[in-house]
Each structure stands twice: as C-alpha cells, then as structure tokens.
C-alpha cells in the first residue's frame, strides 16, 4: 500500500506557472511508475503525463507538450509536475496516481493502482 498526498495546487493567471507535488509514504517508491491525471467539473479524468522508474523515460497528453514537465526525486518520494505558460483550459483537480512495479509508462486511469485526493488548480483569463 502507498499513500499519495498531492500539493501546491491553486489560482494563476493565464501564462503563469505551478509546480505540484506528490509525496509517496513507504520505502518503495522507486518501484513505481507514476504519473498526474486531471479533471475538469462534468468531464472524465484524463490523462496529464508519467515517468518510469528511473525516471529515463517520459510522456505526456499532446494538450500538455511543451508547457509541463514531470520529473521524481527518490530521495524525497516525491514526483512533481512543473506547469507553465497555463491555460484556462487547463484548469482540473490534479491527481497523482502510481502503478507497482510498472514495467514501462502508463497513460490510462484503469492501469494505475494507488490515487492521492487531488489538488485543484484554477487559471484564470
């Protein structure tokens, strides 16, 4: 069992940036793939971007290219999701999510195992 607890969410204006974080309990962490999902009110939970274990290898939502960046620090058990130049489209609850022993990078809800509460981020025009 892991625990995911997501921060550093909150309002920015268009073109501004965040930087969330998801801190992981347990000794284990680098034997999970990670990755952030969002949702918007009255949509479904889509997929943001991952990072295996190692942290060698990324991908992202082609919404997100370019303006967000996932990255893990294992000395911490923290992955965290680096957003900039934001969009109010962009605004969602952001969750942090993680697969044991993930084998290669993860972009659908149903292959995730563990899920934080989520962390609302809201941009504004």
């Given amino acids: 069992q892991v625990y995911l607890v997501e921060s550093g969410g ?29 949702q918007a009110p009255g ?31 294992g000395a911490k058990n923290t992955v965290y999701l680096q957003m900039n130049s934001l969009k109010p489209e962009d605004t969602a609850v952001y969750y942090c999510a993680a697969v044991k022993w993930g084998l290669r990078l993860y972009t659908k809800t149903y292959e995730y195992d563990y899920w934080g509460q989520g962390t609302q981020v809201t941009v504004s025009s």
């Fill in 10 to 38: 909150g309002l920015v204006q268009a073109g501004g940036s965040l930087r969330l974080s998801c801190a992981a309990s347990g000794r284990t962490f680098s034997t999970y793939t990670m990755g952030w999902f969002r």
């Fill in 43 to 73: 949509k479904e939970r889509e997929f943001v971007a991952t990072i295996n274990l190692s942290a060698s290898n990324t991908d992202y939502a082609d919404s997100v290219k370019g303006r967000f960046t996932i990255s893990r620090d």
